[in-house]
């Protein structure tokens, strides 16, 4: 993990090509780059239901993120964040149909945990044990999730009375309910569980040993391994517990604002999340501006898509975005660690 | 029954975008660039020899734009992963968003009136004989040639190789040109088997690609082997779709995930030893 000193004229002008290339793409839709900025910022701020719109957005950004963060920290890449995403959410879904209720909330929170979790596992254990990079691992166990769940929902999951491939839609007895509810605006409690999440990291990781040897890890893992810490146990189990908030942000999306589970559930949560942990700087709080960035990003670009600015705009701001962030944050020392 | 020559041929029109994309992937990752961002790559020379070849009608030149697009795409992964010295992991994840994003944007901006226009093509069987001829450069240049021991020098040992007089930053993007190179050969190759370009059309298939060459150990003649493999695979989903196997009907999607599945089980070791590039990852 690199430091501010070592910056120069080439990170300025890698800041000075990305506007232009943003520029460029404005330019080739004719529509006038402020306008679209002006767009961008009216579509997920401007008005109550935008508000919504970009808090609902970041509810899963901020808990995904958190997931990627934790095994960040670790020094590990959960890529893996989408697939765990969509197997808690089909967990939360199954059960929360089965069991009605507060208790089948609090139930389906948990399955979507444990699913979660056991999805990160074998990654994890190919790194520890196998030396596998759990970057590969997690993009093939991400395919998987998705063919797996878009089995489920067409088979054995299915809602026999809708045409595509989904489940019933729960009980509304089942439903997470709004915090605020000031239509059109509204605010669903997940987001201050998230919340409450970054402040949880945030002590976990400064003030336990668990979270301390986890850093460690992160840090150095030659060192960490002669100062007696077990690196692979903690190689594992930080996979497992970034599946299970994963797995849990998945939930939260089914229980609060989607009340199903359907073909290709999340379009790309896990990616973006890892946009957010990049963002978030090394510090948990970091997540909070990064997840509601991504948010105001994603919610935006829906709206600048009706002045006639493709959607695709939004990867290119978040691929240059962390670009530009990893250029000054995260560079490999020249002496080569790990 | 299965038409045995039907079966092949479609193995090989569905393998060989692979082996075209994983031989890139091995020329980078011998370098020591670990490369998630093949897919960008894929996916940018499958846009750009579309909307070129449409332009001008001219199916050498489409095919010119692809290469151009894919050499971008991973010179700018070589510029961030050697000047800038990012995580060779955050430059592929972010060469693989802004490909998907620019894809999609220029497709929308560009494509929309006059989406009737078709772009002429290359004849796929030439794409065939290409890949066929680069496994076997490639084999032979890695284990004969003066440059090809240079490379793979530098993907073991950096340090090394720093000292014994070779500029390994120099090695890797040359090496990085020729992924760009077979990337984009494949991409062209994945558009011209559909006939037009779609959003995220090549999905997934430069991570298929990855999966193959793990499984190969990153040696050219056992990936070719893999991606054919997967070819295979994804034919007989094809042929047997519907069709019922030992009495149960075994879903699609069972299929579609098998090429992962099988990977996951090679990195697990249960298919004889690692054999990533020692130097893999490191500046």
């Known amino acids: 993990m690199g430091d501010i000193k070592g910056l120069g004229a080439r990170h300025i002008v890698l800041v000075l090509c990305s506007f232009a ?49 934790l095994a960040l920290k670790a020094g590990l890449f959960n890529i893996g964040a989408d697939g765990q995403l969509v197997i808690g959410a089909a967990a939360a879904a199954a059960t929360a149909i089965k069991v009605p209720g507060l208790g089948g909330v609090l139930l389906a929170c948990l399955a979507a945990i444990v699913a979660g979790g056991l999805w990160a596992l074998p990654a994890g254990w190919i790194r520890a044990y196998r030396g596998g990079h759990e970057v590969i691992s997690t993009i093939m166990l991400n395919n998987i ?124 949560y896990g990616f973006d999340a890892l946009g957010v ?16 960035l991504f948010a105001v990003l994603s919610s935006g670009s829906s709206a600048i898509q009706l ?9 290119i701001l978040l691929g240059l975005l962390i670009i530009v962030f990893a250029s000054v944050r995260y560079r490999r020392s020249r002496l080569g660690d790990d | 029954m299965i038409d045995p020559t039907l079966l092949a041929a479609s193995t090989i029109t569905l ?14 990752e011998r370098s020591g660039v670990m490369n998630i961002g093949l897919e960008g790559a894929m996916l940018g020379a499958a846009c750009a020899t579309f909307v070129v ?28 992963t050697q000047a800038f010295a990012i995580d060779q992991i955050i430059s592929g994840m972010a060469i693989n968003a802004i490909a998907a994003g620019g894809t999609s944007f220029l497709g929308k901006a560009m494509l929309d009136e006059t989406s009737l226009l078709r772009a002429p093509f290359l004849p796929t069987q030439t794409y065939w004989c290409v890949a066929a ?19 793979l020098a530098v993907g073991n040992d950096p340090d090394k190789s720093r000292q014994m007089g070779l500029d390994p930053v120099k090695v890797r993007y040359l090496a990085l040109v020729a992924t760009g190179l077979l990337c984009g050969l494949s991409g062209a190759l994945i558009c011209s088997n559909s006939g037009s370009f779609r959003d995220n059309m090549t999905a997934g298939r430069g991570f298929i690609a ?18 054919l493999g997967f070819g295979l695979i994804e034919a007989l989903q094809l042929h047997l779709q519907g069709t019922q196997l030992a009495g149960a009907a075994v879903p699609t999607e069972f299929w579609t995930s098998l090429p992962y599945l099988v990977t996951l089980v090679a990195m697990a070791g249960l298919l004889g030893k690692n054999r990533a590039p020692a130097g893999l990852g490191k500046p």
Not at chain 1, 153 to 170: E, F
Not at chain 1, 282 to 292: I, K, M, V
Not at chain 1, 307 to 315: A, D, Q
């Open chain 2, 133 to 151: 001829l680069a496994v076997a450069t490639l084999a032979f240049y890695l284990r004969w040639t003066r440059g090809g021991v240079h490379l």
């Open chain 1, 21 to 69: 290339l943003v520029w460029l793409a404005l330019a080739a839709t004719k529509v006038p780059p402020l306008e679209a900025l002006g767009q961008l910022v009216q579509g997920s701020m401007g008005s109550p239901a935008a508000w919504k719109q970009t808090f609902r957005e970041m509810t899963p950004l901020l808990i995904a993120g958190l997931a990627v963060f």
């Open chain 2, 210 to 227: 990855l999966a193959a060459l793990i499984i190969g150990g990153w040696r050219p003649l056992p990936t070719l082997a893999a991606c």
């Open chain 2, 15 to 28: 393998g060989a975008p692979l082996v075209l994309a994983a031989l890139g992937g091995l020329t980078s």
């Open chain 1, 277 to 292: 942990a990049l963002l978030s700087g090394g510090s948990p709080w970091g997540l909070l501006p990064a997840s509601f």
């Open chain 1, 307 to 315: 002045t006639g600015v493709p959607k695709g705009l939004n990867g």
């Open chain 1, 145 to 268: 999730a998705g063919f797996l769940t878009v089995w489920l929902v067409t088979g054995p999951m299915r809602d026999p009375t809708q045409q595509s491939g989904t489940t019933a839609v729960l009980s509304s007895d089942s439903w997470i309910p709004a915090a605020v509810a000031q239509p059109p605006f509204s605010l669903s409690w997940t987001l201050p569980v998230g919340i409450v999440g970054v402040v949880a990291m945030a002590l976990w990781l400064k003030r336990t040993v668990v979270g301390f040897e986890l850093c460690a890890v992160g840090a150095n893992r030659t060192a960490s391994e002669t100062a007696g810490v077990k690196v692979k146990g903690v190689t594992v189990w930080a996979l497992m517990a970034s599946g299970g908030l994963a797995g849990l942000a998945g939930a939260f999306f089914v229980l609060a604002y989607e009340h199903r589970f359907y073909a290709n559930f999340s379009p790309g």
């Open chain 2, 53 to 80: 070849g449409m332009q001008t009608q001219n199916p050498w030149l489409g095919l010119a734009a692809a290469l151009a697009a894919a050499i971008l795409l991973m010179l700018l992964h070589a510029v961030l």
